[in-house]
């Protein structure tokens, strides 16, 4: 239990990456934790696609981050100073950091829980993938790295089913050497209902 409890107050979210690709036997562990997720009705409707190809990382992550429009960093509101993300450094082209490993999650359109299916399933991975020493990066909104010719060939080319939709992608690879792990923003208080 501490040891858990560790892993979920040091996982952060990591977008500057090594090119040093993660160990197979570590995405495997984490590609498990994803599959024992629980799942609405016990579906187990996700399917997660994994790809170490760097062109079609890069390509992806270029076509996403055109059409993201992120409310940008001001004095007041930023997502991290330490490891910027595209809301805070226009200067980012690629959605997707440069991660090594990108995991698009894809469920079926027409089901009501897909994209909690969805989140679980990444919480479960990026834990173990912290545990393992592998960081990580939630990105939502996956549909909008496939929104265009190329990205729709790549859908082809993995046989995604049709009726099924990019949910989100899950980064991961090893932090740079010499990076200082992010410290986690302060929690907002008053959040806690409690009633007796
Ligand atoms: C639903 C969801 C969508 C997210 N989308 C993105 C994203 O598109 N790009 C990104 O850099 N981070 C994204 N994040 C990561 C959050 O920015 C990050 O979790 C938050 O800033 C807190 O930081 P931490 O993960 O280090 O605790 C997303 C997180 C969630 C839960």
Redesign the pocket.
Known sequence: MADLYNIIMHR??I?RYSEKQIEEDVLEKILEAGMYAPSAGGRQGVLFAVCQNKEMNERLGRIKRAHSRPRMADATHY??KEQP??ADDATLTN?FYDAPTVITFFAPKNFLFSKEDCALAAENMMLVADANGVGS????QGWTAFDDPYGQDVLKQWNIPGGYYAVMQLLLGYPRDGDAH?T?KPRKGDRIIRWK
């Not at 990066?137 to 939502?140: F, Q």
């Open positions: 952060r979210s977008r997502v991290s993300s595209i959605a990066c939630y990105i939502g992010p986690a």
